[in-house]
């Protein structure tokens, strides 16, 4: 089992890498902008996005206080709130609004777009990335009975329940929040930002076991990993 666990470890880095490599490439160049990232955690990935946009300024929103201080120390302006509620921010206010393995931990996923929606600028940019419930590794799960790879970390007492082969299985779970309450399949995510009033929502895919990670982004349908992109329309503000 080691050497099984070391190398779905390694499937699942190589999938990682290249999910943060099609995030980048969906940044838009916004000199002058602000960027927005739901769940900035210790603020490192925050920086590499401004970085990639070239903004003017740089906010992050985190609820852990360890690592909304981490965030703030390399000078991202950071507020603590609860992405499950009213954002607090102006509307109109972000040029590019970012959400990285994130909204599979809320359950109000419906204000949690509603918000995004309300504070990005008209032409704005929304960059969500989660996991696909439609990855082939994910019905391979289903078709053997076992809890969905992507939904074994539901519950606060241990990860992995349900399914043998889950990376994190039997280990605690350091934070309550890092539970998934939701797992959207391909097109369920797309079509939830359109429902959401974005337009030109394109996605991207990485992770496709056991092949190379880089099989997602021609079958984005079955990757592992999903960005979905999109704008906020520039006629309704």
Known sequence: MGILHGYLTGLFLKAHSLNAQNILSSVPHAPNGRLLDLGCDDGEWTLRLAAKAGVA???????????????????????????????????????????????????????????????????????????NGSSWHNIFAAVMGWQNFSLTNFSRVQSGIGNPMALHRHEDVELSSWTHKIIFNYRGLKEFLQVSRFRNVRLLGSGYYPFPASFGNVDVRHAHFLVAVGNKNSRTG
């Open 57 to 131: 300024n740089t906010f992050g929103i985190e609820i852990v206080d360890q690592r909304m201080e981490r965030a703030r120390s390399k000078g991202i302006q950071v507020v603590k709130a609860d992405l499950n509620g009213a954002l607090p921010f102006d509307s109109d206010f972000f040029d590019i609004v970012h959400a990285n393995q994130v909204i599979e931990h809320l359950h109000d996923v419906d204000t949690f777009m509603a918000e995004i929606h309300r504070i990005l600028k008209p032409g704005g940019c929304v960059i969500i990335s989660t996991e």
